[in-house]
């Protein structure tokens, strides 16, 4: 039984269970008061528990906060375990293994003044730390001070309460590859600029940065290159500030800090999105927002920690893309662009790798934030414009990482699912999915590897040279099906339009009909040999053929025909979870964390912390067995997410594992982004209401849901009966409410009839 504090407002009811009581939370009032931001921090290189930091930001914010427990440059930038805080850094890190840019950190510090990161660091506990969205606070048991921290989108508000003190200081660490910072007495103000990045920049990138004091300094120095100085200006390696003062028992520092890829005077400009709110102002600003945002969809009829769980997985799915671009001094949306280097005018998103997130990510974005993703897709075209192709992995700009070319599929389904009103040029976005389909990028993971290859033989051949050919295959095949989809709906000529038909089935050239199982292929037309259906990597992409056979998301019924029919595909995927779960690490000469994860799960061959196989689940829907897609489905939630640090089972990666959680929380999931259909789970919740951008509300009931009850036997759609394993994007975007009569026996005979079963290109 989980106490709940009565900070939490929320009405509880008490449900009687075979294992006795439990408490269900019956409405969230606040469900920013649910988030977790530290699920997922207890994480390592070795094994990933979310590889996550506790991102202190508001939705999709330029700038987020964190404590930084790591060590200058190291991607696990803040990790449960530690004890020791370095500083609390402004990041803008994705992922561990993409690393940080544009980062610099804020330390308070008493006594001797200790300005380097091993010297500076503080012991720390999580019994005196608040870790919320919107709002951070910790006690440096070292220093006797408390720093508080609210962030806006661009800026943020520190509060330090120091003790009673004549060396009180404040660092202001700008780190190393080349920064600057300037002490302005005068003003109570450091500026400067930090340029340490981890790659995807222009040759003048830079992160301007502004702090204001709301108290005058006694003492000025700067440091450089390990050595401190009395100068107020220093520009090296690295460089940074100190200023301090003396203090009384609990007494209270504010400052003010903001920052601007373009400039100093944007970096002002950007602090005006404080203004003259104090600090509790801005903090509970960002939890109203916060709440406006999480309360767009609410759950109701779940315990605590599913509550938690749902609310986490909410937060991480708002954070990106990030906006990164900013408003000029007549209110213009500008942006430093990180592929050429100018400052243009127009929207600006970045850190998203769309290998992860075309899956379940963008699909959310479209049916809750539609009009963000326009924005979005503006941003898209910018950077077409700009650099000549579309991100596959943007860091700011372009990153060489990961396989396919599925910004296909994030443009498509954007355009193919809304119905707002702000207009973006898809015209020009759909040159750039044409350019990127038939062309290799400058990068190996920009355009497409081994497109001539494709184009020519349907497939990216295993032995001349190309990595991972057999997913990038696969991948290339769903995004020509995107591109197909695009074509059609923007009226292209009938021969394009086939072309991108014709190659979507490209799949079909790596399916084995011995073992069943995707394979690679060499270019005399030879499958590769030796096959070892348990081997990562090597024609795969961190996975292996069992996870990467069922990426064929377009035309899950021509997969199926491939294997044979209905029963030896369910044989298939019914494998995925019987077999054991062993491996085949050779490719990569060590076991990754990927591996491990899978290992440890107790799933057989379903690897749910990567992203390959995440759909997997709900393809049962498509041979006529829709009660194991509900089963399954059920269990990854059950068992695969916790509110906890080790509450992810893999990499979280920028809101995609979370989005599934989200989705199939709700009862449905996008296994095909492209075209209009969710197809069926089982709903987690008692209720959960949607309510949609353009005024709508979707309401999914499931009064009889329980542990037990996971299966669906009956669903009314607007009151009618429904069969059908799928919902309509464009029905739901109506207004619809969903009624499901939940049962603890599967129901054998919902779902099973051919005209019940979701699209496949093949029976279009």
């Known amino acids: 039984m989980k106490k709940i504090w009565t900070n939490v407002i929320a009405l509880m009811t008490v449900a009687l269970t075979v294992n006795g009581q439990s408490y269900l939370v019956e409405k ?92 500076r660091a503080s012991w720390f506990s999580h019994k005196s730390e608040i870790v919320q969205p919107h709002y951070y606070s910790v006690y440096l048991a070292d220093f006797d001070v408390t720093t508080e921290i609210a962030p806006t989108e661009r800026a943020a508000r520190f509060r330090f309460t120091f003790p009673e003190n004549d060396h009180s200081y404040v660092v202001l660490d700008a780190l190393d590859r080349g920064s600057y910072v300037k002490v302005i007495p005068d003003e109570n103000k450091i500026i400067g600029y930090t340029t340490k990045n981890s790659g995807g920049v222009p040759d003048n990138f830079k992160n301007y940065f502004v702090m204001e004091f709301d108290k005058a300094f006694t003492i000025n120095k700067t440091f450089k290159d390990g050595e401190l100085q009395d100068a107020l200006e220093a520009e090296s390696n690295h460089v940074g500030a100190v200023i301090g003062f003396s203090t009384e028992k609990g007494e209270v520092v504010n400052a003010r800090v903001a920052s601007s890829f373009i400039s100093y005077e944007q970096a002002m400009l950007n602090l005006k999105e404080i203004g003259n709110d104090d600090f509790e102002t801005v903090k509970e600003k960002g939890r109203d927002i916060w709440n406006e945002e999480l309360g767009r969809i609410k759950a109701e009829g779940g315990t605590v920690d599913q509550m938690e769980t749902f609310y986490s997985c909410l937060y991480r799915s708002l954070l990106f893309p990030r906006k990164f671009f900013e408003y000029d001094a007549d209110g ?14 127009g929207y600006m998103f970045t850190d998203t790798g769309f290998w992860d997130t075309f899956r379940s990510l963008f699909p959310f974005l479209n049916l809750m934030y539609p009009e963000l993703n326009a924005q979005m897709q503006e941003g898209l075209a910018n950077a077409y414009k700009e650099s000549g192709w579309l991100p596959e992995w943007a860091s700011p700009g372009l990153r060489s990482v990961m396989v396919g070319n599925n910004s296909a599929s994030v443009v498509a389904d954007a355009y193919l699912k809304y119905e707002g009103d702000y207009d973006y040029d898809i015209e020009t976005l759909y ?35 190309i990595n991972e050919n057999a997913a990038r295959t696969l991948e290339y095949a769903y995004d020509d099906f995107t ?50 259906p348990f081997k990562w990597g090597d024609a795969f992409t961190e996975g292996n053929s069992w996870h990467y056979t069922w990426s064929v998301f377009h035309d899950i019924n021509g997969l199926m025909e491939l294997m044979g029919g209905k029963d030896a595909f369910v ?54 067995q829709p009660w194991k897609a509900q089963y399954w489905a059920r269990e990854t939630m059950n068992r695969m997410y916790r509110p906890t640090p080790d509450g992810y089972c893999g990499d979280e990666d920028n809101g995609q594992t979370s989005a599934w959680y989200v989705f199939s929380a709700m009862g449905f999931y ?54 059908k394993n799928w919902l309509s994007h464009k029905e739901l975007l109506k207004g619809a409410q969903l009624d499901f009569d939940m049962s603890a026996s599967p129901n054998k005979k919902r779902g099973t009839k051919e005209e019940d079963f979701p699209y496949s290109l093949s029976t279009e």
């Not at 213009?332 to 005018?345: D, K, M, Q, T």
């Not at 292209?492 to 089935?505: C, D, G, I, T």
């Open 332 to 345: 213009n949306v500008v942006h430093y662009s990180p592929y050429n280097g100018e400052v243009l005018p």
């Open 28 to 119: 969230v009032e606040d469900p920013v008061d649910f988030v977790k931001p530290l699920m997922g921090t207890d994480s390592k290189p070795s094994m990933s528990n979310g590889n996550v930091y506790p991102a202190i930001a508001l939705p999709w914010g330029m700038n987020f906060w964190t404590p930084q427990t790591g060590k200058m440059g190291d991607g696990w930038a803040y990790t449960y375990n530690a004890d020791k805080i370095r500083g609390f850094k402004q990041t803008h890190q994705p992922s561990p293994w993409m690393n940080d840019y544009g980062q610099f950190a804020i330390m308070p510090v008493t006594g001797d003044l200790k300005f380097k990161e091993d010297e």
């Open 670 to 723: 996008p296994v095909c982004p492209g075209t209009d259909q969710y197809v069926l789970g089982t709903p987690l919740f008692k209720k959960i209401t949607l309510d949609l951008q353009n005024g709508n509300e979707v309401i999914i009931n499931a009064p009889k849901n329980s542990p037990e009850n996971k299966y669906i036997d009956g669903l009314k759609v607007n009151g009618k009966k429904y069969s």
């Open 571 to 624: 044989g298939q995927l019914d494998k995925v979870f019987s077999l054991p779960p062993v491996f085949d690490e050779s490719y990569y000469g060590g076991v990754i964390h990927e591996i491990r994860e899978m290992q440890i799960a107790n799933m057989g061959q379903y690897a749910h912390g990567n992203q390959p196989i995440q759909h997997m689940i709900y393809l049962y829907n498509f041979a006529g």
């Open 431 to 465: 040159e750039a999915l044409i350019n990127g389909a038939n062309n290799a990028g400058p990068l190996t993971a920009v355009g497409r590897a081994g497109a001539e290859y494709y184009k020519e033989l349907g497939y990216v051949p295993y032995d001349v040279g």
């Open 483 to 532: 591109i197909y989809q695009l074509a059609k709906a923007l009226g292209k000529p009938k021969a394009e339009v086939e072309l991108y038909k014709e190659r979507s089935l490209n799949y079909k050239k790596l399916f084995d009909p011995e073992t069943k199982l995707m394979r690679g292929k060499n270019k005399n037309g030879e499958f590769m040999a030796p096959f070892n």
